[in-house]
């Protein structure tokens, strides 16, 4: 939420360094595919990676600023 506040609510991804947001989908598509298959520790794994990612993406776009 309050990097939805900072940036802008989906936004985030479209303001980084375009590797870094190749990166990032990648990610997320590791998580979406995480859930559909449905195994709980390999959601939480990648849940926590893409935290990460979120927050990486955080400190790219505040050093562009």
Known sequence: AAMDRTWGIDRLPTLADAPLA???????ERLDEAIRIGVPAAVSAQAEAMLRAWHALDANCKMMK
């Open 22 to 28: 190749v990166r990032f989908r990648s990610q997320a």
